[in-house]
């Protein structure tokens, strides 16, 4: 799978700004997306004004986790170089390249997670501290030996995907007033749908690298096309059963998006069956244009229910 003699003879032409963008990865900024549903969550719940000073907190906490997970991509760059350099795409990014040294590469994670814990300290509140200390905390848990989750099978999928209710928490704590926690039915709905995408994706994987799987990513050994379907399945499972409990407790409203969400799904699936599917590289999505069209207006109609 893995063109040596490609590798060999490739040259990089990439600006200093263009590598550094790469190993923030900027374009997966994207899923912190979901820190903005946990605002809009809050602001639905709470019914509160549509003022500036919300607006300024809600894209305050997203940018500090914007740079937060910057600093995790950095961590996880720097620990999963050799695995990088099997893969017959990553070993072309700057890190497994040795474009970009590790001292220099600490340094900007250390001054991004001090950038991001200073702007929550002064400008949110203790929670949202709190929580994106978390995020960081989660990163250095799933990528940093003696854990390293990323190894442990179906663990390395249940940590990630805990980085989604993270997110919401951050969102909805920026804007809660009586800062109490959100329905627990929507924590476990973010945390389920999380390990539903962070399965898919490994499905693609394994189904892409075939037998340069085990090189790539250790957990591969444990894992099967069949096993990882079917803890698909679970996960989506799950998924479905807590929407409709907090649907049913929240907005009963929302249960008018099911037949959407269940299109959105199949589709979904049917996408992640597809030779060098685009699941692999979630921050591809856009390349499926009309599916990419149709998650937009799923997820509009969805918060308008949710008024």
């Not at 209710?165 to 929507?186: E, M």
Request: hydrophobic content about 55%; aromatic content about 18%.
């Amino acid at each position: 799978m893995v063109n040596n003699d490609k590798a060999a003879g490739w040259k990089d032409n990439r600006t200093r700004l263009e590598l550094y963008w790469e190993v923030l990865r900027v374009n997966h900024w994207f899923k912190n997306i979901f820190v903005l549903i946990g605002s809009f969550a809050a602001f639905a719940h709470y019914h509160l004004p549509f003022q500036t000073k919300i607006l300024f907190l809600a894209l305050l906490v997203f940018l500090g986790s914007c740079l937060i997970s910057s600093v995790n991509y950095i961590i996880n760059g720097i620990v999963d170089k050799p695995f990088d350099a099997r893969h017959p795409r990553k070993m072309y990014r700057a890190i497994p390249q040795g474009l970009i040294g590790n001292a220099e590469l600490l340094a900007t994670a250390a001054g991004l997670l001090l950038l991001a814990m200073a702007l929550s300290v002064l400008l949110l509140n203790a929670y949202c501290s709190m929580f994106l200390f978390a995020f960081f905390v989660a990163g250095v848990f799933y990528n940093i030996r003696p854990v390293r989750l990323k190894d442990v099978p179906y663990l390395d999928v249940v940590s990630e995907a805990a980085n989604n209710p993270i997110r919401l928490l951050l969102g909805w704590f920026a804007l809660a007033p009586d800062q109490t926690f959100p329905p627990t039915a929507l924590v476990l709905l973010f945390w389920f749908f999380g390990c539903f995408l962070m399965t898919a994706k490994r499905y693609a994987e394994f189904r892409y690298l075939r037998e340069d799987s085990y090189d790539y990513r250790i957990t591969f050994r444990y894992y099967s096309e069949r096993s990882l379907y079917l803890a698909m399945m679970v996960y989506l499972f799950l998924t479905f059963l807590m929407f409709v409990l907090f649907s049913w407790s929240f907005k009963k409203m929302l249960l008018y998006s099911l037949p959407g969400t269940v299109i959105f799904v199949a589709w979904f699936l049917l996408i992640t069956a597809q030779e060098d599917s685009m699941v692999k590289e979630p921050e591809k999505i856009y390349v499926h244009k009309a599916f990419f069209i149709y998650s937009i207006l799923l997820a509009l109609f969805m918060l308008w229910l949710s008024i």
